[in-house]
Each structure stands twice: as structure tokens, then as C-alpha cells.
């Protein structure tokens, strides 16, 4: 499939019409500038890989297609052979950009057979090397390497990460680190880029099947940055995952995708006025052996040996992390947890942020193990309650406090030392449920869930709301190339100070999509409870206040060359009346993609701001 030509026939025959109109002798020249301009605009990008590295399943998730995922039948059926051609593929929101899908390299094909089988790439001006898996094959290392000498751009796309974290998970099972196999992954191929002299800070972790997770939305954003010419305030790093669960991120933005985003805050308040469809999991953390399992069968009132319940035993039974619905609360969940071990990198493995809460465990003293748990706990930005179990095997239930009391004194004293503060500690006996605290650890959990449910909900809101801007935002610049074609039609047919109005009317309708006009931001001031001008004062693009058309107008268009006003025979693009500037389509498509990409900037801080803890 090649990559379509960005003008179309009958835009062409429009404006030739018009042109004629206006002056036959020079339309034709004047179309040529047309194209000529619209052929600078052109970025092709080359993206090669090995064979089955998934180059053209990277190309279509870039494209915000999924050919064959939403098909139940497709995991039965062949995957479809590679291209033997160069296949171009036109960008959905930039039709001057193509992303091109290359022959891929397979051994035991020598290097220069395959250089030579690709064939010139001196028409590329960007290059996306696609590995699976290890270091980039020297073939392709080559290609990198002739990209930095002409000083063209290169990325290197570390895909198929959701793989490597699912066979790492079950590896090392309850020992896994998402972290620490994301970073093998990437030290895989930057080690392999720093030996070949090659920019290490290119790399990124991608899954083209999980686009909004890991870095696919900082690569693309670095592609549009790169070749489109978007200048962005921030470096696409706003999210910060840890204390955010992802099935919270989710479900909120599932909520929310069916409005638009000054709807958005009003689904948010609903939420949070009433939470009981909001889930929660809890994960119940603790070494081996700290009475876990019976911990949550006692919690749902659920005997050790029913159907239903958790396995327990004298050894560690817990195999993998499980959830049980909690019996009374509706949307509560406890996650049986396998055991923690006690060294540095086992911490270092455990995965947080899936948990909104947690239940951390010990059947004996608070040792050195508890305290790395309850530091990292609440590094992860997450809270606890700390529960001491098997406490009837330490103090026998009375109306005298004795040992009990001295066993939660100590408990609370070592968690305040760890920097825990008003640490809440509960002392229970799973056989023994009606003594001691475990009937207020339930109350508890029942009493807190809606006040938790809403604490997870809040910490997914920012990440939710960035990605339902992007959303938006990506739908907008699909528009922004027909406006540029109409905006020529317009001077064409009236050369004038209109089109910059008209241009502004577009902008102003961008402004409203995205929530930054004074409607859309006294509802958000409304449904968070902050003032509209806090919210205001996060908008700093000039174009939602308007901006004069004068200045939009010199903006888009360029003086008319000194021959042009002494020698009128001299034909140019865009000329009508005598010393009639003339419009650029270049100058007038950056500026509509650079004020999208401003004010979307503009959205993503402002709602940030009103959601944000004061």
C-alpha cells in the first residue's frame, strides 16, 4: 500500500478553478507552489526491525488501529506475511506524515545483501529500529549508525515489553519486579546502542497491544515533537504510577469516554458522592507463615477447608496473588498475597500499584521485615493497617490488658520510628474471631471503604484525565489539515483578512472541545469546588482569549518580494489584489497544530489543578 498523495484531485481542480478566475495566467504556477509547499511539509519515517520484532503491529498501534484484536477468531488465525516492499502507511491526524514498513531482516542473510535489499533511505528523514528481544542486529545497528552521521533523527523501539513482563511474572512468581525486567529490557538494547557509539536517552518500552501503558505515548509524542515541529512545555513524563492503580485508571476512563470534557467533572463528583460502585482491592502482605490465608478467611467469615476459602497450611501454601470478594462491602476485594521474602531485592520486586490498600502481617515481634514492608508501603504513596496475628498464642483473651496491650505498644512505638504516623495497629487471632481486634478490623475496613474507595479513585483522576485530553485532542488534529486546505480555498477565491478569522472561529471551536472556554471552566470550577479564575490562570496559550487577526494574519502569510510589487507580470502563489501578501500553507498548518498542541497542554494542566490537593 503506498502512501496516498495529501492533496486529492477534486481540492486540486477546485482551486485551479479559482485560480483561473482570478488571474490565467499565473494559476498554474501558483498551484505548483501548492504542491511544492505541501511537499516540504512531507516527513517519512522508515520503521525496520528484525523479522517478527512486530514492526507493522508497532505501525498500525501508531496509526490508533488494532487490525485483528478485537477479533475473538484472530489468535487462531496465521499472522500475514511480512511486506516484500516498502509499504507507506498516511498518519490519521497528520497526512503529511507516512510511516513506512520495511522489509524486515532475517539471518543467515549477510548485512550487505540487506542494505542492499532496502535500497536507497536517503528519502527517509527518520528511522524506528523495532527490537523484540536482546540487543538490535548488526545490519540494523549499521542503518542506525548512518542516520547519526547525516544527522537525522533515530529511535529505538523496545516492543513485546508486556511479554517480557508476563514470562518474568511467571518465573520468578512471588520474587517479580516489573521494574527490574523493564530495566533488563531496556539495558539490552542500551548497552548494545553505547557500544556502537550510539544515543542511549533514543530508547523506548513499548507494547503496541497496551498503547497506554509504559512509553508508547512519550514515543509518539517524541515523533510529533520531532517531525511535525510541536513544541511541548513538558517532556511526556506526567504520570507518575506508583501509588496509582491501573484498574482504577481504567475504569475511570471508561466512565468518562462517553462525554466530552466538560462533562467529565460531573461524572467524577457522581462518582465520588457515591462510591459504592467503585472497586477496592486491598492486598494482605506479610513473610510466609504470618497466618495470610487465614487472615482473609476469618475477614469473610469463611471456615479454612469451604469451598470458598483461602488454603491455609503450616507451610507457605500461597502460590500466587488471589482475590476474594469481601462479604458486606460491595466492590471490596482482598488479595491473598504469596509470602515476602526478607532481603532488599525481594522488596525491590514487589509490585504496589495494583493495590489501593493494604493489610501488612506479622505473627510475631516487629523485626527488621515488617519495616522494610511498611517503608515501602508507604513510599508507594499507599496506607495500611498493621495487623499482629496469632496473638492468642502470645497473650490469653481477659479483662486484664497484660501482654496485649504491651504487644500493640510495641507495635505502634517501631512503626512511628519507621515514620508511620498515627499508625492504626490491630491484634488478632484467626481461630479465636470473636476475640481480641479482629471484630474491629472488620468494622473498620466496612467503616473506611467508602473514605478509601474515594482516596483511590482521586490518585487515578490526574492520569485519567491526561489520557481522555489526549483523546480528544488526537480526534481535533485529524481536522487540522482539511482547515488548512479550506483556508487556502478561502484566500484563493478572497484574499484578505478573513481567513485569519476564520482560522481563529476553528481555533475557538478546538478551545470548547477541549473544556478552556468560560462555559466548560465555570462548570469544572463548579463540580471541584475551586475558583474559575485558579483554573484560568492555568491557560496560557494566547489563542483561547482570541488573538488579534492582524497578527494571525502575519503569521500565515509572507510578504510579497520586492520584484513582485515592481514587475506585476511575475507570478506567485496566493496573489490577488496588487501588494497582496501571499498565504502559507506551511506557516498556516503549523500554527493550527501548534495551538492544538498548546491549548492541549493548557486542558491537561488546568483540570490537574483543580483536582489537585491544595
Not at 504542491?35 to 526491525?49: F, I, M, Y
Not at 514492526?55 to 485483528?68: D, F, M, S
Request: hydrophobic share 40%; glycine share 8%; charged share 25%.
Amino acid at each position: 500500500m503506498a502512501a496516498p498523495a495529501s492533496l486529492d484531485d477534486a481540492f486540486l481542480r477546485e482551486l485551479r478553478t479559482r485560480y483561473e478566475a482570478q488571474d490565467p495566467g499565473t494559476a498554474a504556477t501558483r498551484l505548483q507552489a501548492l504542491v511544492d509547499s505541501v511537499n516540504a511539509l512531507k516527513a517519512d519515517v522508515a520503521v525496520v526491525g528484525r523479522r517478527g520484532a512486530g514492526v507493522t503491529t508497532l505501525i498500525h498501534a501508531l496509526l490508533g488501529e488494532r487490525p485483528g484484536l478485537d477479533d475473538p477468531q484472530a489468535f487462531f488465525q496465521q499472522a500475514p506475511e511480512p511486506p516484500g516492499q516498502p509499504a507507506g502507511y498516511p498518519h490519521p491526524s497528520f497526512p503529511n506524515l507516512a510511516l513506512w514498513d520495511l522489509p524486515g531482516f532475517q539471518e543467515p542473510e549477510k548485512p550487505g545483501d540487506y542494505t542492499k535489499r532496502l535500497g536507497d533511505l536517503g528519502r527517509f528523514g527518520c528511522l524506528v529500529l523495532v527490537v523484540a528481544e536482546g540487543s538490535p542486529a548488526d545490519p540494523l545497528l549499521r542503518l542506525l549508525k548512518a542516520f547519526q552521521q547525516k544527522r537525522k533523527p533515530y529511535y529505538v523501539v523496545r516492543t513485546k515489553v508486556d511479554l517480557d513482563l508476563h514470562t518474568a511474572k511467571r518465573r520468578f512468581r512471588a520474587r517479580y519486579s516489573s521494574a527490574e525486567a523493564l530495566a533488563l529490557a531496556r539495558n539490552g538494547v542500551a548497552e548494545a546502542l553505547a557500544r556502537n557509539g550510539l544515543d542511549t536517552t533514543r530508547v523506548f518500552l513499548v507494547s503496541a497491544l497496551e498503547t497506554d501503558r509504559h512509553q508508547f505515548n512519550q514515543f509518539q509524542d517524541k515523533l510529533e515533537e520531532e517531525l511535525i515541529q510541536l513544541k511541548r512545555a513538558h517532556d511526556g513524563e506526567l504520570e507518575d504510577l506508583r501509588a496509582v492503580s491501573p484498574r482504577k485508571i481504567q475504569e475511570l476512563y471508561q466512565a468518562c469516554a462517553m462525554g466530552g470534557l466538560a462533562e467529565v467533572p460531573a461524572i467524577i463528583r457522581s462518582a465520588l458522592e457515591e462510591p459504592s460502585q467503585i472497586r477496592l482491592d486491598v492486598a494482605v502482605l506479610g513473610e510466609a507463615g504470618s497466618g495470610k490465608s487465614a487472615l482473609v478467611n476469618a475477614l469473610r467469615g469463611v471456615g479454612c477447608g469451604e469451598p470458598e476459602a483461602a488454603p491455609t497450611g503450616v507451610t507457605a501454601t500461597t502460590r500466587k496473588a488471589t482475590a476474594y470478594a469481601h462479604p458486606t462491602v460491595p466492590g471490596l476485594y482482598l488479595w491473598d498475597l504469596p509470602g515476602v521474602g526478607l532481603t532488599e531485592e525481594d522488596m525491590g520486586r514487589l509490585d504496589l500499584s495494583r493495590y489501593d490498600f493494604f493489610l501488612l502481617t506479622a505473627s510475631e515481634r516487629y523485626r527488621h521485615a515488617q519495616s522494610r514492608l511498611a517503608r515501602a508501603v508507604s513510599a508507594a504513596g499507599k496506607r495500611f493497617f498493621f495487623v499482629r496475628t496469632k496473638v492468642d498464642v502470645d497473650a490469653q483473651p481477659g479483662p486484664e490488658p497484660g501482654p496485649v496491650e504491651e504487644i500493640r505498644s510495641s507495635c505502634v512505638d517501631a512503626l512511628q520510628k519507621d515514620g508511620v504516623g498515627s499508625p492504626r495497629v490491630f491484634l488478632v487471632s484467626s481461630l479465636l474471631r470473636e476475640d481480641y481486634d479482629l471484630p474491629a478490623l472488620r468494622a473498620a475496613l466496612e467503616s473506611d471503604a467508602p473514605a478509601l474507595k474515594r482516596e483511590a479513585l482521586e490518585k487515578a483522576i490526574p492520569v485519567a484525565l491526561g489520557r481522555l485530553v489526549r483523546r480528544t485532542s488526537k480526534a481535533l488534529m485529524k481536522d487540522v489539515w482539511g482547515k488548512t486546505l479550506e483556508s487556502c480555498l478561502y484566500w484563493a477565491e478572497k484574499p484578505g483578512p478573513d481567513v485569519a478569522t476564520s482560522l481563529i472561529d476553528t481555533v475557538s471551536a478546538f478551545s470548547i472541545q477541549l473544556g478552556l472556554d468560560e462555559e466548560s471552566l465555570a462548570q469544572v470550577a463548579k463540580a471541584t469546588g475551586k475558583p474559575a479564575g485558579l483554573l484560568q490562570a492555568e491557560i496560557q496559550s494566547p489563542w483561547v482569549k482570541r488573538p488579534d487577526p492582524e497578527q494571525v494574519l502575519k503569521q500565515i502569510t509572507k510578504p510579497v518580494p520586492f520584484s513582485s510589487r515592481m514587475w506585476s507580470l511575475v507570478p506567485y502563489w496566493g496573489r490577488g489584489a496588487e501588494g497582496q501578501p501571499e498565504i502559507s500553507l506551511e506557516a498556516t498548518y503549523r500554527v493550527l497544530t501548534q495551538a492544538l498542541a498548546e491549548m492541549t497542554e493548557d486542558a491537561e494542566r488546568m483540570l490537574r489543578r483543580a483536582y489537585a490537593k491544595e
